[in-house]
């Protein structure tokens, strides 16, 4: 169920590189605004280059907005949180010298979990997204299925309640991406977790989120905002779901 409460909201955001030779800069965003609700799995599409994963980092806090802010509601139900918001990049970025426990602990200490609670919780979080059995497997050593399951895990382990994904699925074979998407869908219920998910794929756009967001141009602005109003599990056959996706793909396009 979403909330209409929101809680991250995109104030008229412009971006911009340093050019290669060193002198200006060029334009990557121009005066995006959008808010995404509590709740919600909301989608950002567009084409590769376009400054999706720019944005995505702009909402992270790990870019400063040229011009432009963003707002971060925390909310009493957010279990005092110590940060908002946790970011899955498309390079995972799993601590190699690390088994797939040791890399859910890591998130813990940061958190501040005590030492003797880590082990409990983060067998836990391993089971949540079905990696029970591979506590003491290392990163090389798990399939790319598996390390994605394993990176949701250590992001779920900072109590955030915002989670940022980029493109966290694109490198998968389809019965691994559709199972990923499931457990996707399934951890955001359980949760309430916020879900920002950039991807260049309108059909997955289509199948998980709640609204997407078109990003298109050169800076990139928003193209238009569509609700997918389809009820889950959503049938790619339906009439429905192909008109969204070639509304989407026009919009793209444009």
């Not at 309108?202 to 997918?228: F, N």
């Not at 009439?239 to 989407?248: A, N």
């Amino acid at each position: 169920m979403i909330s209409e409460i929101s809680q991250i909201e995109v104030c008229n955001v412009s971006f911009a590189f340093p050019n290669a030779v060193g002198r200006g800069s060029e334009a990557i965003l121009r005066d995006i605004s959008f808010v995404v609700n509590r709740g919600e799995l909301l989608c950002l599409v567009g084409e590769s280059g376009c400054g999706k994963t720019t944005l995505l980092q702009i909402i992270a806090g790990l870019l400063k907005p040229k011009k432009g802010e963003i707002n971060i509601h925390q909310h009493a139900s957010d279990n005092g949180a110590v940060v908002p918001c946790t970011i899955v990049f498309q390079d995972l970025n799993l601590f190699y010298w690390q088994t797939a426990l040791g890399n859910v602990k890591v998130s813990l200490r940061a958190r501040g979990v005590p030492e003797p609670e880590r082990t409990t919780l983060g067998l836990a979080l391993l089971q949540k997204v079905n990696l029970s059995g591979f506590q003491d497997y290392y990163p090389h050593e798990l399939s790319g299925g598996m390390s994605q399951r394993l990176a949701l895990a250590r992001a779920l382990a900072t109590n955030a309640s915002i989670l940022l994904l980029d493109e966290p699925f694109s490198d998968l074979d389809e019965k691994t991406r559709r199972a990923l998407e499931e457990d996707l869908l399934r951890l955001r219920s359980e949760t309430c977790l916020t879900v920002v998910m950039v991807t260049h794929d309108l059909r997955q756009a289509v199948r998980l989120g709640d609204r997407v967001v078109v990003l298109a141009g050169r800076p990139a602005q928003i193209q238009c905002m569509e609700k997918i109003e389809l009820l889950r599990p959503r049938n790619e056959e339906e009439e429905l779901f192909k008109t969204k996706e070639k509304l989407l793909c026009t919009h793209l396009t444009t």
